[in-house]
């Protein structure tokens, strides 16, 4: 059964410092999402991305996030400063349409800022 | 309660039992969906519900819709003990496109 992909599986980065976390949706898919959960709490919608730009973004999604698509299956998440309160675990999800179709999660990547 | 709040918190039965938990939610809806997670790993997709169905099926898993009281429940008949997870209801609303809002989730713990 295809399904969602995400590496590395934990990260380990200096605050301050740049991380690009990835993802590889499933294949026939055209709707490609983003969320966070911090430990404890509820996992938190950041963007969706469809046809190469961003659909929808929350307040968490400032300007030190942004999203890619660098490839045909490749989508990316790169934080660039990256702050103590950016330690989360990060799901990539993929969707064939938008509406009444479910979303697929990868596994996440534990990102851990020190 | 915020969009998608599930209850009980935790929920601690017997294998064999039946296990029910409830989301409520305050926004229009386009769909409801249910995710399972396991201690620290992914969200696994369990079953989508649309908001003009009222009940779905899958397996052992049941879940329900009433859009008047803006709530759902997923009912796991004859548990086992590999469905100990936290199950999350995740609401899609209406007019804010894709956008999943998560409810915190039911701890459930099936004791064999």
């Known amino acids: 059964e295809p399904e969602v992909t995400q590496t590395p599986s934990h990260q380990v980065t200096q605050m301050g410092q740049e991380v690009i976390l990835r993802c590889v949706p499933i294949?026939?898919?055209?709707?490609f999402y983003w969320y966070r959960q911090i430990l404890g709490q509820k996992v938190e919608f950041l963007v969706s991305f469809y046809n190469n730009e961003i659909s929808e973004k929350s307040e968490i999604f400032d300007d030190q996030f942004s999203v890619e698509r660098p490839d045909g299956s490749n989508f990316t998440l790169k934080i660039r400063s990256t702050k103590l309160e950016d330690s989360a675990m990060y799901f990539c999800?993929?969707?064939?349409?938008?509406?009444?179709?479910?979303?697929?999660f990868g596994p996440g990547t534990r990102l851990t800022v020190t | 309660s915020q969009q998608g709040e599930e209850d009980p918190q935790a929920l601690s039965i017997q294998e064999g039992e039946n296990a029910t938990m409830n989301c409520s939610y305050k926004?229009?809806?386009?769909?409801l969906q249910w995710y399972r997670q396991n201690s620290g790993r992914g969200l696994v997709h369990l079953i989508l519900i649309r908001s003009n169905e009222r009940e779905k099926h899958s397996g052992r898993l049941r879940v329900t819709l009433d859009t008047s009281k803006k709530s759902s429940s997923l009912l796991i008949t004859a548990s086992q003990a590999a469905d100990t997870a936290s199950y999350f209801c995740?609401?899609?609303?209406f007019g804010a496109g894709n956008m999943l809002t998560f409810g915190g989730g039911t701890r459930l713990m099936v004791k064999p």
């Open positions: 294949s026939n898919h055209l709707y």
């Open positions: 926004t229009s809806i386009n769909n």
């Open positions: 999800a993929s969707s064939e349409a938008r509406g009444f179709h479910e979303q697929y």
């Open positions: 995740a609401t899609e609303k």
